[in-house]
């Protein structure tokens, strides 16, 4: 069964903490995403990433960055939190080739910055 | 540039009846479109996908959708509601042309089922 695993469910951190949400997939998919989730706003794409080490800027990459070690892994990194990134943090993988392969989701992190 | 607009935020049936959740989409190329289902506290799950075969697409727990091209649309149908359907749907498109595997989300449809 395929797998989208973030290692933090809920998270609180302070404004200006440094803060790091990890991703790993099981699938073996070249393909990885970091998404933002808030009310009547729907998913907003803010980093995903092709290959080990690349990585492209999505709609709302502000206040973000990326890093992509290794295929399994994509970590979403704030480098400064501020209460304006208090959301719901959604990972995602697929296969590459084709725009129709399914995007699978993690379970998501809720990260609330005070 | 691509977009999705679903109609109706909140949505509210009751137990047995039908479920229509709109999706429209704008794309200047052939779209693939998806439909995910977000129950409480989850992430999100595929409920289906069109990816230019059949217009009707049947997909998991007894939903379809439509692909309509002269209408740009693409809604979600299920005959007969069931609690456990109360959930936030979105609505998805991505560009067949450009394979980077990017979707754009609607703005989701939070779908109330009364007993």
């Known amino acids: 069964d395929v797998k989208v695993t973030q290692s933090s469910r809920y998270l609180v951190k302070r404004t200006g903490e440094k803060v790091f949400l990890e991703c790993v997939q099981d699938?073996?998919?070249?393909?990885m995403f970091w998404y933002r989730q808030d009310p009547g706003l729907g998913l907003r794409l803010i980093y995903f990433?092709?290959?080990?080490?690349?990585?492209e800027k999505g709609d709302i990459p502000e206040g973000y960055s990326v890093s992509r070690e290794k295929k399994e892994r994509f970590s979403l990194i704030l480098e400064s939190a501020s209460t304006n990134q208090t959301s719901m943090y959604l990972c995602?993988?697929?296969?590459?080739?084709?725009?129709?392969?399914?995007?699978?989701f993690g379970e998501g992190s809720w990260l609330t910055v005070v | 540039a691509q977009s999705v607009t679903q109609l109706g935020s909140h949505v509210s049936v009751s137990e047995g009846a039908l479920v229509l959740l709109r999706c429209n989409y704008s794309?200047?190329?052939?779209?693939?479109l998806f439909w995910y289902v977000q129950y409480p506290n989850q992430g999100l799950q595929l409920l289906l996908k069109?990816?230019?075969?059949?217009?009707l697409v049947k997909g998991i727990n007894d939903f379809e959708a439509e692909f309509k091209k002269s209408e740009t649309s693409f809604h979600l149908t299920k005959p007969s509601a069931h609690m456990s359907d109360a959930a936030e749907y979105f609505c998805?498109?991505?560009?067949?042309?450009?394979?980077?595997?990017?979707?754009?989300f609607g703005q989701g449809t939070t779908l109330q089922v009364k007993p």
């Open positions: 990433s092709y290959d080990v080490k690349m990585k």
């Open positions: 699938m073996d998919h070249e393909n």
């Open positions: 998805a498109v991505s560009d067949q042309g450009r394979n980077t595997g990017k979707l754009i």
């Open positions: 069109y990816t230019s075969a059949a217009t």
């Open positions: 794309s200047s190329v052939p779209p693939y």
């Open positions: 995602a993988s697929s296969l590459s080739g084709s725009s129709g392969n399914t995007i699978y």
